[in-house]
């Protein structure tokens, strides 16, 4: 079993829908989980970043953690066809180690 | 947030040459750097973890003398691709914590090399 799961997409909204990114997984020491924004052809943008379980927003973007469940979200509101990208979870907690999701690639249509 | 600067962002060269790329953390001291490497249209490949002042640790498959890590400073990584073949070809990317796993991770720019 992989230690970060993330269904791969591809996913394709019309401009505006609210978007939900997905990641499940099995460690339960991870503490720390983080979402970036990958272009093509350039490294990942660290969007949010959260400690435990909880919510934070930032903008059009809302994390979700549920420890217990071991799920993570991320939601975009009112998506923008610039918010086309890949969308990566990661997650860390145990050692000095950060463990990331394949990748969900993410289309906005205007 | 935290500001990681790689180059080159792109590279070509012939093969058999060597090429370095080097990582930097801009405005705050990474003990540790990350090196990935990158497919088209995949998930990161963790290459290998450089720490400050001591040798860096593989992953497994990953050539420690095809692949050399140097990480002599707090704010420096470099990854040396020696005597690089077509094969290489890739897109290489760095990553330092601010503070450890604890820390937020960023990521550099991505290097693009290509070897002919």
């Known amino acids: 079993q992989k230690e970060v799961e993330q269904d791969p997409g591809p996913l394709s909204v019309p401009e505006g829908a609210i978007v939900s990114l997905n990641c499940t997984y099995s460690?339960?020491?991870?503490?720390?989980f983080m979402w970036y924004r990958q272009y093509s052809r350039k490294g990942p943008e660290l969007l949010m970043y959260?400690?435990?379980?909880g919510n934070k927003e930032d903008g059009r973007f809302t994390a979700q953690v549920d420890k217990s469940s071991k799920y993570i979200s991320l939601f975009i509101r009112d998506s923008q066809p610039s918010d086309s990208a890949t969308y990566l979870c990661a997650m860390s907690g145990a050692g000095n180690q950060f463990y990331f999701g394949t990748g969900t690639s993410l289309t906005v249509i205007p | 947030g935290a500001v990681v600067s790689q180059h080159p962002s792109w590279v070509i060269c012939k093969s058999g040459t060597s090429v370095k790329i080097e990582c930097r953390s801009l405005d705050f001291q990474a003990t540790t750097m990350f090196w990935y490497r990158q497919f088209p249209k995949q998930s990161l490949m963790l290459m290998a973890t450089s720490n400050e002042g001591s040798k860096a640790t593989y992953e497994q498959g990953v050539e420690k003398d095809k692949f050399l890590i140097n990480h002599a400073s707090l704010t420096l990584s470099t990854l040396t691709v020696t005597s690089a073949h077509p094969e290489d070809s890739s897109f290489y990317i760095c990553?330092?914590?601010?503070?450890?796993?604890?820390?937020?991770?960023?990521f550099g720019e991505g290097s693009r090399l290509t070897v002919l």
């Open positions: 959260t400690y435990s379980s």
């Open positions: 990553s330092a914590p601010t503070s450890g796993s604890t820390g937020e991770l960023f």
């Open positions: 460690n339960s020491a991870f503490q720390y």
